[in-house]
């Protein structure tokens, strides 16, 4: 059974902290995803990854960063959290073809105030 | 750039009743289509892809490429069918972008 985990269910956070969310996944797969859950907006991907070391922006990555630095674990950086970031984050990995399916986290429901 | 249209946020029939969702995409090459349901307070996951061009709980979804539409269909919609629904696509980039999703409610 393919896992998904993240470090967190739930955080809060202060304005201005640095934060860190954590995803690991155990199926070996090349490619991994951070995404945002906000509702009426649906997903938004803000960074993945298709590689060790290797990042791509995604379609929001203004205030985020990533690192990948082994093949199962994927960090989301909020550099200097603000209230516009709360929101449900998603992480997500799947194998190295497009046509393969994604497998998701559980989510971190992140409150910064 | 991708970009995933689903222009319903809301839908509501009745159970047995037949449901569409809808889904447009663009794409400069040949995408990969996917739908992805998630139930209340469970996490996301895959119902069909159009590779696979199979039935899923009763799902079926037909890739047309001169429309550039991906519609998830059922003929007869149940209660259990209630969740929200998420058409995405996967370029040849890897990168995998998601609609705003849509929020079906099945009434008895």
């Known amino acids: 059974d393919v896992k998904v985990t993240q470090s967190s269910r739930y955080l809060v956070k202060r304005t201005g902290e640095k934060v860190f969310l954590e995803c690991v996944q155990d199926?070996?797969?090349?490619?991994m995803f951070w995404y945002r859950q906000d509702p009426g907006l649906g997903l938004r991907l803000i960074y993945f990854?298709?590689?060790?070391?290797?990042?791509e922006k995604g379609d929001i990555p203004e205030g985020y960063s990533v690192s990948r630095e082994k093949k199962e674990r994927f960090s989301l950086i909020l550099e200097s959290a603000s209230t516009n970031q709360t929101s449900m984050y998603l992480c997500?990995?799947?194998?190295?073809?497009?046509?393969?399916?994604?497998?998701f986290g559980q989510g971190t429901r992140l409150t910064v105030v | 750039a991708q970009r995933v249209t689903q222009p319903e946020k809301l839908l509501s029939v009745f159970k047995g009743a037949p449901v569409e969702l809808k889904c447009n995409y663009s794409y400069s090459g040949s995408p990969e289509l996917f739908w992805y349901i998630q139930y209340s307070r469970q996490r996301l996951q895959l119902l069909l892809r159009?590779?696979s061009r199979e039935s899923i709980k009763g799902f079926t979804a037909d890739l047309n490429k001169g429309e550039t539409s991906f519609h998830l269909k059922k003929p007869f919609a149940q209660e259990e069918d209630s969740a929200m629904y998420y058409c995405a696509l996967s370029g040849n980039d890897y990168k995998l972008s998601f609609g705003a999703g849509t929020t079906v409610t099945v009434r008895a």
């Open positions: 997500a990995s799947s194998s190295g073809h497009p046509n393969t399916e994604a497998f």
């Open positions: 199926m070996d797969h090349e490619n």
């Open positions: 990854s298709y590689d060790v070391k290797m990042k």
């Open positions: 159009h590779i």
